[in-house]
């Protein structure tokens, strides 16, 4: 319910309290309303014309130029009210440890569990494996071993957290309260230093303020905002506290972006299909769109950050294949006709302290200091990413139907001028690591050296790929939710049952299941069974990816309890009875499984298991 702010609300009565009402904070009180009471705390409002939090959300921007910030919006929803849907899931190199880059403490298969019940919270569908080439990739990149396409999809419809269903799906929920217009300004630590024990709050319009006790605390305000405030929590205490990000002071640095920039222009035979370039329906009715970049033995070769090409605009017809400025002809055989096209490159931001987010000597109107933004790109960050364009345009001219050239800036003989745009993706400044020396929170997402806080957002990126955040904070977000439902003091009630090479899950799967892979298990018949034991669980709810032409019966000791698309699955959750073991029984139907992924491809495959959590 959306409850006015009042300083005599019995806050000791809320079990679990997240600062944001954005994607992940909504998503994080959805998951443990299941479990005990929710409070949110909002800084803005439902009001959108206010949303840009004027004279307390501003930034100081320092280093290099940022262009405008409107794309942050503190109002209930966040920034998912103004999201372009555009997604794409994060690449398995992402996780490794690469030249420059500390990967992550989890591994791609972690990460990847979790993303079939974030794509259902964002309305979007599964992400197939890579299509072959057709049409501009076929033309463009004929048999090249080095460039692929990437094919992002669309949210849809786009999610909006911010509108109307969803504002009455919480005016509505019993055990989760909305507080708007709240701004948490400080967190107190316990006399030990080591848990969270209270937070203060200010109420814009009023100015009135409360304190108010913390039982679990979730950070899920923003790439800056979550810096931010950890930040001005830590001047209270000794140097090196859990609040600045531990010995090494971590809060607020390692900032990242996705430098864009459009420094070329492509000329294309007209003989060459680009109808792929424009966003279009695919054969499973998802809308999606073609991104270039080079492979990742590609680029390890050449020392480059991880890259891709996006198509910004129509092509449209060129008056010549001339450069007008030199009168230098572009193809050497000329063609009948062709296109140009200027596209832009989205770079791979290297992890760099001198990028960070601090704290202004402006303050605020709740009395705090705003952020200063500092964006730091070095010179040799930027060389690479010269070198890597030169590269990428070299690879993509050797089949004779396309001609690039340099334009703008970009002409000079380094990139030193040039100024880089940016993609409105904050990431980074509250990282996550193998151990607080080298991060603010570990691989469950909890603040090194605290007990009761979380952290939740892109924040906790400590690398970032090419690709859109909020799908894969939202994976995050839906691990960590995960991990606090299995892990609370009464996490001996349920299980969380996870299926792939060497798991004990395993051993509850009965027929109609292939050989366990790396992070889970395919369907391998019309018919599949599983045994678990319950553990006074009540709920059970199923992690899986699956065709979107897939179909799914389920039985659960005998009683049939869905009928519908596989590919749903993980937005639903299932009553159990009181039987001590809970019998699954799947009725299954759908195209056959990925080559190779079952070992026979005569037999239907409608979903890929990847984990059965009771709750």
Same mark, same amino acid.
């Given at each position: 319910?959306?409850?006015?702010?009042?300083?005599?609300?019995?806050?000791?009565?809320?079990? +679990?309290?997240?600062?944001?009402?954005?994607?992940?904070?909504?998503?994080?009180? !959805?998951?443990?309303?299941?479990?005990?009471?929710?409070?949110?705390?909002?800084?803005? @409002?439902?009001? /959108?014309?206010?949303?840009?939090?004027?004279?307390?959300?501003?930034?100081?921007?320092?280093?290099?130029?940022?262009?405008?910030?409107?794309?942050?919006?503190?109002?209930?929803?966040?920034?998912?009210?103004?999201?372009?849907?555009?997604? *794409?899931?994060?690449?398995?190199?992402?996780?490794?440890?690469?030249?420059?880059?500390? &990967?992550?403490?989890?591994?791609?298969?972690?990460?990847?569990?979790?993303?079939?019940?974030?794509?259902?919270?964002?309305?979007?569908?599964? $992400?197939?494996?890579?299509?072959?080439?057709?049409?501009?990739?076929?033309?463009?990149?004929?048999?090249?071993?080095?460039?692929?396409?990437? *094919?992002?999809?669309?949210?849809?419809?786009?999610?909006?957290?911010?509108?109307?269903?969803?504002?009455?799906?919480?005016?509505?929920?019993?055990?989760?309260?909305?507080? /708007?217009?709240?701004?948490?300004?400080?967190?107190?630590?316990?006399?030990?230093?080591?848990?969270?024990?209270?937070?203060?709050?200010?109420?814009?319009?009023?100015?009135?303020?409360?304190?108010?006790?913390?039982?679990?605390? $979730?950070?899920?305000?923003?790439?800056?905002?979550?810096?931010?405030?950890?930040?001005?929590?830590?001047?209270?205490?000794?140097?090196?506290?859990?609040?600045? &990000?531990?010995?090494?002071?971590?809060?607020?640095?390692? $900032?990242?972006?996705?430098?864009?920039?459009?420094?070329?222009?492509?000329?294309?035979?007209?003989?060459?299909?680009?109808?792929?370039?424009?966003?279009?329906?695919?054969?499973?009715?998802?809308?999606?769109?073609?991104?270039?970049?080079?492979? !990742?033995?590609?680029?390890?070769? *050449?020392? /480059?950050?991880?890259?891709?090409?996006?198509?910004?605009?129509?092509?449209?017809?060129?008056?010549?294949?001339?450069?007008?400025?030199?009168? =230098?002809?572009?193809?050497?055989?000329?063609?009948?006709?062709?296109?140009?096209?200027?596209?832009?490159?989205? $770079?791979?931001?290297?992890?760099?302290? =001198?990028?960070?987010?601090?704290?202004?000597?402006?303050?605020?109107?709740?009395?705090?200091?705003?952020?200063? /933004?500092?964006? *730091?790109?070095?010179?040799?960050?930027?060389?690479?990413?010269?070198?890597?364009?030169?590269?990428?345009?070299?690879?993509?001219?050797?089949?004779?139907?396309?001609?690039?050239?340099?334009?703008?800036?970009?002409?000079?003989?380094?990139?030193?001028?040039?100024?880089?745009?940016?993609?409105?993706?904050?990431?980074?400044?509250?990282?996550?690591?193998?151990?607080?020396?080298?991060?603010?929170?570990? @691989?469950?997402?909890?603040?090194?050296?605290?007990?009761?806080? +979380?952290?939740?957002?892109?924040?906790?990126?400590?690398?970032?790929?090419?690709?859109?955040?909020?799908?894969?904070?939202?994976?995050?977000?839906?691990?960590?939710?995960?991990?606090?439902?299995?892990?609370?003091?009464?996490?001996?009630?349920?299980?969380?049952?996870?299926?792939?090479?060497?798991?004990?899950?395993?051993?509850?799967?009965?027929?109609?299941?292939?050989?366990?892979?790396?992070?889970?298990?395919?369907?391998?018949?019309?018919?599949?069974?599983?045994?678990?034991?319950?553990?006074?669980?009540?709920?059970? @709810?199923?992690?899986?990816?699956?065709?979107?032409?897939?179909?799914?019966?389920?039985?659960?000791?005998?009683? =049939?309890?869905?009928?519908?698309?596989?590919?749903?699955?993980? @937005?639903?959750?299932?009553?159990?009875?009181?039987?001590?073991?809970?019998?699954?029984?799947?009725?299954?139907?759908?195209?056959?499984?990925?080559?190779?992924?079952?070992?026979?491809?005569?037999?239907?495959?409608?979903?890929?298991?990847?984990?059965?959590?009771?709750?």
């Amino acid at each position: 319910m959306f409850v006015p702010f009042d300083p005599s609300l019995n806050w000791a009565a809320y079990d +679990y309290v997240i600062i944001g009402a954005g994607p992940a904070g909504l998503f994080l009180a !959805d998951k443990f309303a299941t479990k005990g009471r929710v409070l949110i705390l909002e800084a803005g @409002s439902r009001d /959108l014309s206010s949303a840009t939090g004027d004279g307390y959300y501003d930034l100081e921007v320092t280093d290099r130029g940022y262009g405008t910030l409107g794309e942050r919006l503190s109002t209930f929803g966040g920034t998912s009210n103004h999201w372009g849907g555009h997604s *794409h899931p994060l690449g398995p190199a992402t996780f490794s440890n690469r030249p420059g880059f500390p &990967g992550w403490p989890i591994t791609y298969a972690d990460y990847a569990l979790h993303l079939p019940e974030a794509r259902n919270w964002l309305n979007l569908g599964p $992400f197939e494996a890579e299509p072959g080439r057709t049409g501009v990739e076929r033309d463009l990149l004929g048999h090249s071993q080095y460039l692929s396409a990437l *094919h992002f999809q669309f949210s849809n419809p786009i999610r909006r957290f911010g509108d109307d269903p969803t504002v009455q799906k919480y005016a509505s929920a019993p055990d989760i309260d909305v507080v /708007l217009d709240t701004r948490v300004i400080d967190i107190h630590l316990d006399h030990a230093g080591k848990t969270v024990e209270k937070l203060d709050l200010f109420h814009l319009p009023s100015g009135r303020t409360a304190t108010i006790p913390a039982k679990i605390l $979730f950070l899920a305000a923003g790439g800056i905002e979550n810096p931010r405030l950890m930040l001005w929590a830590a001047r209270k205490y000794q140097a090196g506290n859990p609040f600045a &990000g531990g010995r090494n002071n971590i809060t607020g640095k390692y $900032f990242m972006e996705h430098p864009a920039y459009s420094p070329v222009d492509i000329y294309i035979d007209a003989r060459a299909d680009l109808t792929a370039l424009k966003p279009h329906l695919n054969a499973t009715n998802e809308m999606v769109n073609v991104v270039l970049t080079p492979s !990742d033995d590609f680029l390890a070769a *050449h020392e /480059l950050n991880r890259m891709a090409m996006h198509f910004q605009d129509t092509p449209f017809p060129a008056s010549t294949d001339y450069d007008i400025q030199t009168g =230098q002809a572009l193809f050497v055989s000329h063609p009948v006709a062709y296109s140009r096209i200027t596209p832009f490159f989205i $770079f791979e931001q290297t992890p760099d302290a =001198q990028s960070f987010v601090g704290l202004s000597q402006k303050m605020g109107k709740d009395g705090t200091p705003l952020a200063r /933004l500092n964006w *730091h790109l070095s010179d040799d960050e930027v060389k690479r990413y010269r070198k890597g364009v030169m590269l990428f345009c070299g690879l993509l001219n050797q089949y004779g139907l396309a001609k690039t050239r340099f334009v703008g800036d970009a002409t000079g003989p380094d990139w030193s001028n040039v100024q880089f745009g940016n993609a409105a993706h904050h990431m980074g400044a509250t990282r996550m690591a193998h151990d607080a020396l080298g991060g603010v929170v570990d @691989s469950n997402c909890k603040v090194f050296g605290l007990d009761n806080m +979380y952290i939740a957002g892109s924040s906790v990126f400590p690398a970032t790929d090419i690709v859109n955040p909020t799908l894969n904070l939202m994976a995050l977000t839906a691990r960590l939710a995960n991990f606090i439902l299995t892990t609370s003091p009464d996490a001996n009630v349920g299980v969380n049952y996870r299926f792939g090479v060497g798991r004990d899950a395993n051993k509850t799967l009965g027929k109609g299941w292939a050989t366990p892979d790396a992070a889970g298990v395919w369907s391998d018949g019309p018919e599949a069974t599983l045994t678990l034991e319950r553990n006074r669980a009540t709920k059970l @709810s199923i992690m899986n990816s699956a065709a979107a032409t897939a179909g799914v019966k389920i039985e659960i000791n005998g009683k =049939q309890v869905y009928d519908g698309p596989a590919n749903a699955l993980s @937005s639903q959750s299932f009553p159990l009875d009181d039987e001590d073991r809970v019998a699954m029984l799947l009725h299954l139907s759908g195209p056959p499984a990925p080559k190779g992924a079952t070992g026979n491809d005569a037999h239907p495959a409608a979903i890929y298991l990847q984990s059965v959590i009771l709750t």
